[in-house]
């Protein structure tokens, strides 16, 4: 199987296409060896020992479009990521003021995790939309459950306060206690073609633009700005910045700004 999931140019260009038009993440030549062990893992899933019937089942197989895309899309992330952004909002926004915030590209669910447990360490009232374009994500972030490893950045305090440890086959995990889980709420959302149906006082959009070209960045950041409130503070990842982009925001700190 393995000997025979290599890629023509043609079929680079199908499938990388595929995910640029579903994603906007752009899959150069540089990704060729992501894509084929991605690629092969579905293959082997599948019992298909076939580049080209493999492309012919996801045009196809809707589901299997999906876990093409899923496959492909996902990245590897951790509790207290860039965590500059949330010390910005817990050492600089009133407490007293319900806070709506939207987690874009969500992952896993350790952004808006990290995001929750600070806001009710220090008391804040909010709610907190998360979301992602990928089902097997999604279906993590609801779970709520995470390998040790995933939370070595976080305060004991914290750890203790809002993770549950796990006990035999969990050992080596966590759970997200259920006083974290009520204040977030994940849903599908593609940041390509989906609309904002609400406002927002902040919106994280971290460590997934940096996958887009300039045309898709320019798009999903006017997407994401109309359903930023005036004063509203957007955040996109630290390697990441809106360089060359319209969008009529002032820099506040280190990949951090905010709605005139």
């Not at 709520?144 to 969990?170: A, C, M, S």
């Not at 259920?178 to 849903?187: G, N």
């Not at 009529?248 to 005139?260: A, E, H, I, N, T």
Request: net charge positive.
């Amino acid at each position: 199987m393995m000997s025979e999931t290599k890629l023509t140019p043609a079929q680079f260009k199908t499938l990388s296409d595929i995910v640029y038009k579903e994603s906007g993440i752009v899959l150069n030549d540089k990704k060729y060896n992501l894509l084929v062990a991605r690629l092969a893992k579905r293959m082997r899933q599948k019992g298909i020992a076939s580049v080209a019937d493999y492309i012919g089942l996801i045009s196809s197989d809707q589901n299997e479009f999906t876990e093409f895309i899923d496959a492909t899309t996902t990245n590897h992330t951790y509790f207290f990521r860039e965590n500059k952004h949330c010390e910005f909002i817990v050492n600089t926004l009133d407490n007293t003021r319900p806070l709506k915030i939207w987690s874009a590209a969500s992952s896993s669910g350790e952004e808006p995790f990290s995001i929750a447990v600070q806001l009710l360490a220090n008391s804040f009232p909010f709610t907190i939309y998360a979301s992602d374009v990928s089902d097997s994500m999604l279906k993590l972030c609801r779970r709520g459950i995470y390998p040790k490893d995933r939370v070595k950045n976080v305060p004991l305090p914290i750890l203790h306060t809002y993770f549950q440890r796990g006990k035999e086959k969990w050992e080596a995990h966590v759970k997200v206690k259920p006083d974290v889980t009520q204040y977030v709420t994940f849903e599908k959302y593609n940041l390509l073609s989906d609309k904002p149906c609400d406002q927002f006082d902040i919106i994280f959009c971290r460590n997934v633009m940096i996958y887009f070209d300039t045309p898709t960045r320019q798009k999903v950041v006017s997407n994401l700005l109309t359903a930023l409130k005036p004063g509203g503070y957007f955040f996109v990842g630290m390697s990441e910045n809106l360089h060359g982009l319209d969008h009529g925001l002032s820099v506040v700190l280190p990949s951090g700004y905010q709605k005139k």
